[in-house]
């Protein structure tokens, strides 16, 4: 902006400071400081702050969240053994099981090849029921689900490639109880063919369900006649029951979550 001044309206004296005063105003012009200011700083690192926290506790508490969308309705349509609450109870136990859940999956966050929801494989941890045959794998079906003829695999225990027989458990169609391990996560992702999303959909699974083994040429069928909940530590399951044939499938629930384990457990029909 310049201002000039009327030559006829004022005296020689004050033209001749007509340039300076134009610098002058000049000096005055505003400039906008280029670069983010503290404040704005302060401000941005204390929005960060917020989502993340947000986005901590969305994760902690997830598991709540899924067992009200995904657990609660199959109550309505079947019973489960207990013990599973029919309402969801927030208590310290509850609130310190889920804190504890959510540092576990935070240090193996980023690990696709995380098997540290297993129980430890220790033969020895088990009672063995004394099978002399050594198989590699067998074959499992579950038509309720559309799962058929998923490979199991009995030499390891990565079941992020395939479902497992746990070590130590018995070994199907034979007396004892066998352990089968497998991924899930929510139901939408169901994918028989996908080791991490297998068994997505295992709470579909009724009592009176058929569960088909397959060793060689010949399949044995199994009938679920118990579903439960049990907590992550909880390895009851194991447990070798040799008064008849048992199958027992385990995996992670509520869906998309690690907190607690589903269990179906099915006995042999008479071969």
């Known amino acids: 902006?310049?201002?000039?001044?009327?030559?006829?309206?004022?005296?020689?004296?004050?033209?001749?400071?007509?340039?300076?005063?134009?610098?002058?105003?000049?000096?005055?012009?505003?400039?906008?400081?280029?670069?983010?200011?503290?404040?704005?700083?302060?401000?941005?690192?204390?929005?960060?702050?917020?989502?993340?926290?947000?986005?901590?506790?969305?994760?902690?508490?997830?598991?709540l969240f899924s067992y009200e969308i995904y657990i609660q309705p199959v109550f309505a349509s079947q019973s489960?053994?207990?013990?599973?609450?029919?309402?969801?109870?927030i208590t310290q136990n509850s609130i310190r099981s889920l804190l504890d859940n959510t540092a576990?999956?935070?240090?193996?966050?980023?690990?696709?090849?995380?098997?540290?929801?297993l129980p430890p494989t220790n033969p020895n941890q088990y009672k063995q029921v004394g099978v002399t045959e050594q198989?590699?794998?067998?074959?499992l079906s579950l038509p309720k689900l559309g799962i058929e003829d998923a490979y199991v695999s009995m030499t390891d225990n990565n079941v992020n490639l395939h479902p497992i027989w746990f070590p130590g458990t018995a070994v199907p169609p034979h007396r004892g109880n066998?352990?089968?391990?497998?991924?899930?996560?929510?139901?939408?992702?169901?994918?028989?063919?996908?080791?991490?999303?297998?068994?997505?959909?295992a709470l579909n699974t009724r009592i009176g369900d058929p569960i088909l083994i397959t060793?060689?040429?010949?399949?044995?069928?199994?009938?679920v006649i118990k579903m439960s909940i049990v907590a992550?530590?909880?390895?009851s399951y194991l447990a070798q029951d040799t008064n008849g044939s048992y199958l027992s499938i385990i995996t992670c629930t509520p869906p998309g979550t690690t907190w607690r384990r589903l269990v179906?457990?099915?006995?042999?029909?008479?071969?």
């Open 1 to 63: 902006m310049r201002l000039t001044l009327d030559r006829e309206a004022y005296p020689d004296s004050l033209l001749k400071g007509e340039r300076k005063l134009f610098i002058n105003m000049r000096k005055l012009v505003y400039k906008k400081r280029k670069g983010m200011s503290f404040r704005l700083m302060i401000r941005f690192a204390g929005l960060f702050v917020a989502i993340a926290g947000m986005a901590l506790a969305l994760y902690t508490f997830f598991p």
């Open 80 to 89: 489960f053994a207990s013990p599973i609450p029919q309402t969801t109870i």
């Open 104 to 117: 576990t999956q935070l240090s193996h966050l980023g690990n696709p090849n995380d098997t540290s929801w």
């Open 135 to 139: 198989l590699s794998n067998f074959y």
């Open 178 to 201: 066998v352990a089968i391990f497998g991924h899930s996560t929510l139901p939408q992702w169901f994918n028989p063919h996908n080791p991490h999303a297998i068994f997505a959909t």
């Open 215 to 223: 060793i060689g040429s010949k399949i044995y069928t199994y009938r």
């Open 232 to 235: 992550a530590d909880d390895t």
């Open 264 to 271: 179906i457990k099915a006995k042999l029909e008479t071969i």
